[in-house]
């Protein structure tokens, strides 16, 4: 499934709190679905009196170029191992659209793009940074998990300024050999000289998340989600 179809892609939803008056639409990573946060919902420890409908897509199966073409869940191809030279724009884009429909469904059930965090862990924390920088309305926040920028030769050209003050929030473990921290600091690094409001945590971790990480975001979510 795709976004050309304009089919929003299947998802995992959790209520928190009654009727819900904010999202938190967050993407897996590579080769997982959204099962994969759904245990986290709890550790985050919101507040009882905001109401949260946790969003969890599924990314659509694609043939991943790195896997030796095996089939799985993928918001785009991976085509190289160094991830920032030679990327799979039209994957890229595709996800893109798809993410922005499932923002345009949470509009129509009354929830407002200021009311929306976007997420994501590795593939899918990168595909937050695609769609909510490019996003033309302003959202309550990013978060960036073990990721990188994507794209980043077309952001100049591309982003929109109703995002340009949005919180952002990146993480990154400092043993992380899946997405080097070095492509993790340069896109933090991009993002600061481009005037964006970057909160950056780095943790003694490999591809993945930990205690403290879930207690930073917590505490962010807490700030974001007025």
């Not at 304009?6 to 938190?24: A, K, V």
């Not at 499932?102 to 590795?122: D, K, N, T």
């Amino acid at each position: 499934m795709t976004a050309t179809q304009n089919i929003p892609l299947p998802t995992i939803e959790i209520e928190r709190g009654g009727d819900p008056t904010h999202t938190i639409l967050w993407m897996h990573g590579l080769g997982a679905d959204g099962n994969d946060f759904v245990p986290i919902i709890d550790d985050l420890a919101l507040p009882s009196d905001i109401s949260v409908r946790f969003v969890f897509p599924h990314a659509p199966m694609r043939a991943v170029t790195i896997n030796k073409g095996f089939v799985m869940r993928a918001w785009y191809d991976v085509l190289e191992l160094s991830f920032s030279r030679t990327e799979d724009e039209e994957g890229l884009r595709d996800s893109q659209r798809a993410i922005e429909l499932l923002l345009e469904r949470e509009r129509q059930r009354g929830i407002m793009p200021g009311r929306i965090v976007l997420a994501g862990f590795s593939q899918g924390g990168a595909m937050a940074l695609q769609t909510g920088l490019r996003y033309p309305e302003k959202l309550a926040g990013i978060m960036a998990l073990s990721c990188y920028l994507p794209m980043r030769q077309s952001l100049a050209t591309e982003s929109h300024c109703a995002n340009f003050s949005t919180a952002i929030f990146m993480a990154h473990g400092n043993l992380d050999s899946v997405v080097p921290m070095s492509l993790a600091t340069a896109s933090r690094r991009m993002l600061l000289e481009s005037g964006y409001a970057v909160e950056w945590h780095e943790y003694p971790m490999a591809h993945s998340v930990c205690v403290d990480e879930m207690a930073d975001i917590s505490s962010w979510l807490k700030r974001v989600l007025v």
